[in-house]
């Protein structure tokens, strides 16, 4: 079969000459990006008004490049580096939305997709390819778009879940056989281990772990060896959770949703990781309408979800996608695990951000947001804010209360100026 499919095969020129002016095209995101077809576009200057929609992208991202909005506009779910500063500059686009929700703009075709431009493992004997490390929202693009345009690459791994594409989906192809773009972990700093330490201590045995990528999810993974009977619920995870998987800390028996089964949406690591979850039974990636799904998530006991923010005020507001009015990274699924956390039985939802910000000199524990910010989690929806000085329980706190939790936990350095904030918007109210 090798021979009669490969043997359709184009250059990466040949596929991406099928992506005409105006057209949408969605990006598979994170270890998949396309980057071939990617640059192959880049390369084309008659192209005119063609819109890319993404969520996260590894490796270089080309269309990012002054000058080339016009012709390649950036339309971004999730961003990063490359990103921010475009957005800023009017030269790329933003959209606010659940991560659970994403699918459902393709599929309903509120945000109807010309072409989902994909990268794919090699077909198997039945003809059928995988969506590999990252399912999130590429399933619904690749079942929604008009066109399906793929770099098949001998070296993406075969994964399980709701991950098939059959080849005869696939318009037209560039065959490769490249490494995948990697995420390697960096050592924990001082600040990252004792609010790992903290984190770590509210997980009880038996727990559904949510946790993404960074180093204070890298943290608490890491401080989880001990525990017995995990399970694991999320929309992402990385090779911290490998190490704890082999560790033996995981087994999924005592999941609802699953049972037995470690169940994402995309991954985001090294090679190592991207071998592990290579025809593995006991891995299944799903689309982020189902990881996500509040309803699924808060049948799974004990879930804890972890996350991170930018700012959170002595109300209890948090905001993890902008910086002020600058955009940093996007809502993602924070809100979907919280609400799901929340709701399960001794689930725990967790905010955890370092105290300080900007090498020490800004407290991210502020008396009001930020002009601009986004409130990612609501203070109805907040439970457990976690910094290196201490861990705060807000649910079901006042006000006053709340603003009280959160001092005792922002860095001393700030404490005297956040209590004057205080008992100023208490005054005025």
């Not at 945000?111 to 431009?117: C, F, I, K, R």
């Not at 390819?129 to 079942?143: F, H, I, R």
């Not at 696939?170 to 390697?184: E, G, I, M, N």
């Amino acid at each position: 079969m090798q021979q009669s499919w490969s043997a359709r095969a184009e250059s990466a020129a040949a596929v991406a000459a099928r992506v005409q002016s105006g057209m949408r095209v969605f990006v598979h995101g994170a270890a998949m990006t396309p980057t071939p077809l990617l640059d192959a576009l880049v390369a084309r200057p008659e192209l005119r008004g063609v819109r890319l929609y993404h969520l996260h992208l590894e490796g270089p991202v080309p269309f990012a490049r002054p000058g080339l909005s016009d012709r390649l506009r950036s339309v971004s779910f999730f961003t990063g580096a490359a990103l921010r500063q475009p957005i800023a500059d009017d030269d790329a686009d933003f959209i606010p939305v659940f991560l659970s929700d994403i699918p459902g703009l393709f599929t309903t075709r509120a945000v109807p997709l010309d072409v989902a431009l994909v990268q794919l493992s090699l077909p198997d004997a039945h003809g059928l390819c995988t969506l590999g490390t990252s399912v999130d929202a590429a399933k619904a693009a690749v079942e929604s778009a008009g066109l399906v345009l793929a770099e098949i690459n001998a070296q993406v791994p075969r994964t399980l879940g709701n991950t098939v594409v059959p080849l005869e989906r696939v318009a037209a192809f560039v065959l490769t056989d490249r490494p995948l773009h990697q995420h390697p972990t960096a050592p924990e700093t001082e600040v990252e281990a004792r609010i790992g330490d903290l984190v770590a201590s509210l997980v009880e045995d038996g727990s559904t772990l949510q946790m993404g990528i960074g180093g204070i999810p890298g943290a608490v993974l890491a401080r989880l060896h001990g525990k017995r009977d995990l399970g694991v619920h999320t929309e992402m995870f990385s090779d911290r959770l490998l190490d704890l998987i082999e560790a033996g800390a995981v087994t999924n028996r005592l999941k609802v949703v699953h049972p037995g089964r470690t169940v994402t949406s995309f991954i985001a690591g090294t090679r190592r990781l991207f071998d592990y979850v290579h025809d593995n039974p006991l891995v299944e990636f799903h689309p982020a309408d189902r990881t996500n799904d509040t309803s699924l998530i808060r049948r799974n006991p004990r879930v804890v979800a972890v996350n991170s923010a930018l700012q959170v005020d002595l109300t209890g507001q948090v905001c993890a996608d902008s910086l002020g009015h600058r955009i940093y990274s996007g809502i993602g699924g924070q809100m979907d695990f919280i609400r799901g956390a929340a709701l399960s039985p001794g689930g725990k939802p967790i905010i955890a951000l370092p105290a300080m910000a900007a090498g020490g000199t800004i407290s991210r524990i502020v008396p009001e947001l930020s002009p601009g910010a986004g409130v990612v989690t609501t203070r109805g929806h907040v439970h457990w804010i976690v910094t290196e000085f201490g861990a705060a329980f807000l649910h079901g706190k006042t006000l006053r209360e709340r603003a009280e939790a959160l001092i005792a936990i922002a860095h001393p350095d700030a404490r005297a100026e956040l209590r004057r904030d205080a008992a100023r918007i208490r005054g005025r109210r």
